[in-house]
DNA sequence: AATCCAATGATCGACGCTTTCATATCTCGA
DNA sequence: TCGAGATATGAAAGCGTCGATCATTGGATT
């Protein structure tokens, strides 16, 4: 049992191969008698056109790559959500492909793979270090953009960013204004510089004349960010502290109130990203707000102005906000 | 600039055009030194075989569609996570389907879009109406399988499923055995059947002997978990709930505690699926784990098997498991 | 040294679709 | 009524790759 092809519509419908094709794309005129037989037979048969000789024809592919690390993550895969919405809605496939480290053979292997399908384009989440490094891998014959938080590796590709740096610092000024005499910070790992996170936590500081905390360093399990809690929990000095995402936020709450200081009377926690559990949580998390889905139609759109015109479009800055609820107070002594 | 072909390989290592076509599929042997002038010409023009030309030409992809519902769920992302590393351990990739609603149109268009590319096979997410609409709909010449929690619709497919209804019968059979007198349930949106969970939920009340109250119909938002635990929480005889999924868990817990009752202490509350932050809930989330990585592996190692030898595998079932924490104990009267 | 048999390279179509290009048909004004 | 222009349609030529068929070379055999 075989796929039904173009000649065999052609054939049910007493016209020509090149015939049924105009009928399909629609872009010469055909008489509407023909047009009408064409369509009960492509209807009759379950026609479908092979995709591969399409894109083989047409010298174009229908699929975009979306590179990216670790799809289960919150951020990823509400980016990718995104994508995929616009995507499809402008008739394009999204085609996944993880890149679980930044060294070369993954990151080779990686494009190798996508690259032998036949892509319209490419999405690069330059979320970690091997986006970073996939990114500086694209070939340069391959539309591509980056979906960044905080500014991108590569000015010769345009970007849609969340400036995380300047939200870090409106959280962390906050916090500041709050009363708390300085603000710790539990970070993500970084994409080879320091995440924009963290310098935006260090730029409220400074500007804030505040002495700046050693960094403590978590990776993405939010059980890291149970130890840096419990790390944070036996320094009585410690009253506010910005983790660099909710996950971590989490894990450091739960650490806080396992060693009994309580939030927020004892410690202040901002989060970051919004998950959706993080308003469920006791107490409800205090976060800065990311809109990764609409991140992720705006990268879109900027592939897809690409695509349709040929160059490249300016950057898109999405600046996120500051979501108070009841992580966060004054500190006892203020 | 435009990507090299497999001609202009030909021409730099001074061979013809199925030469460089042989050194790559290494199908018939080529003199070592002529070899390596390919291989040489390959990495130096960065040549990628373009796969267009190439499914075409064998007339099978190395891509597989996965069907799916909104990918931000954890069950999905990770079962998607758990293929995607399969499949790229194979040598394919994942090409990423979503369906909405489970209307013939959406569904008819997902697969007409998907279907249009060079597919392999399909794996289609049995979890909810949309998945077992597209599971219908699949045509037959493509070889497909099915990840399902507990049954598929379809008995001609193979699949792996999760069974969850045996599993929500002994998680529910677990309060009952801690002295609660009953068991109700916040159940998440059905596949147009009843959910596997409720199912088991039915079967461990029925075989105990105890009253069954009415379900608490919920969707995948975790509020609608909050709206449901809203309503327990006034009925002073709910003493134990068993949740559709762990962030209805989250939900329900904090409306419980939002309306004075604690937990575990007043109300037992069991979640589904091991959220990564449920065991960092204050308290602790009792769950029954799901591994859908794992499930994803063995649903993508049914394709690969059917896709090698032609016919299909038997379905596999995979048993989640009791965790308990926190959230659980016997109820104040027992 | 002549013949035959590997071993290896080159030529020639598919594969399914799109896209010129040429042809048949038709319309309309002079 | 006839020719020019417009228009629908068909024939043919790729798109980049792979597989089968042919042609060639070198060496082994007698």
Redesign the pocket.
């Known amino acids: 049992m075989?796929p039904p092809?173009?000649?065999d519509v052609a054939r049910a419908a007493g016209?020509?191969?090149?015939?049924?094709?105009?009928v399909?794309?629609g872009?010469?005129?055909?008489?509407a008698?023909?047009?009408a037989r064409v369509l009960a037979a492509v209807r009759e048969l379950g026609?479908?056109?092979?995709g591969?000789?399409?894109s083989?024809?047409?010298?174009t592919g229908s699929m975009i790559a979306v590179f990216s690390g670790n799809t289960t993550r919150y951020g990823y895969a509400s980016t990718i959500q995104g994508i995929e919405e616009a995507a499809r809605q402008a008739g394009y496939m999204v085609v996944i492909s993880v890149v679980e480290t930044p060294d070369a053979t993954t990151v080779e292997r990686a494009i190798d793979h996508a690259l032998g399908q036949p892509m319209a384009g490419a999405v690069v989440l330059e979320f970690d270090p091997a986006g970073v490094a996939a990114l500086a891998s694209m070939p340069p014959w391959l539309p591509a953009v980056a979906a960044a938080s905080g500014g991108s590796s590569d000015a010769d590709i345009s970007h849609a960013y969340m400036d995380d740096r300047y939200a870090a610092a409106q959280a962390t000024r906050y916090l500041l204004d709050l009363g708390h005499s300085t603000v710790h910070h539990v970070a993500i790992p970084s994409t080879g510089t320091e995440s924009a996170r963290l310098l935006g936590w260090r730029d409220a500081l400074r500007d804030a004349g505040v002495p700046q905390p050693p960094v403590i360093r978590a990776d993405w399990d939010p059980m890291s960010g149970y130890d840096a809690g419990a790390a944070l929990a036996k320094d009585a000095g410690v009253t506010a502290v910005l983790a660099g995402n909710d996950e971590l936020a989490v894990g450091i709450m739960k650490a806080l109130a396992d060693h009994g200081r309580s939030v927020p009377a004892d410690v202040s926690v901002v989060g970051f990203d919004d998950h959706p559990l993080s308003q469920l949580w006791s107490p409800p998390l205090t976060t800065v707000r990311q809109d990764f889905v609409k991140l992720g139609h705006q990268v879109f759109g900027l592939l897809l102005g690409q695509l349709e015109t040929g160059d490249a479009r300016p950057s898109v800055r999405m600046i996120p906000d500051l979501v108070v609820r009841g992580s966060t107070g004054r500190p006892r002594t203020a």
Do not use: D
């Open positions: 075989k092809v173009i000649a016209v020509s191969v090149p015939t049924v094709s105009r399909l794309n872009t010469v005129p055909v008489s008698e023909r047009r026609f479908r056109p092979n591969a000789a399409r083989l024809a047409q010298r």
